[in-house]
């Protein structure tokens, strides 16, 4: 069970603060950016693979 603060969003629910905006520094900044150019990666090398196998 979930105890919120009336009035408070979903986001709290899993421990964020929903007022607060932080910019990502050092490994954290790093580790981001890999993940999305990862994930780009993936999802080309996936379709390439799907348009060279029909």
């Keep these: ?3 919120q603060q ?3 969003g979903l986001s709290s ?3 964020g603060e929903g007022n607060i905006y932080t910019t990502k520094r050092g490994l ?3 580790l981001f950016r890999v993940t999305i150019v990862l994930g ?3 999802l ?3 379709l390439l693979n799907l348009l060279l196998h029909k």
């Design 28 to 30: 954290e900044k790093i």
């Design 6 to 8: 009336k009035g408070s």
């Design 40 to 42: 780009i990666l993936f």
């Design 44 to 46: 080309a090398l996936s």
């Design 13 to 15: 629910a899993f421990g």
């Design 1 to 3: 069970i979930l105890f």
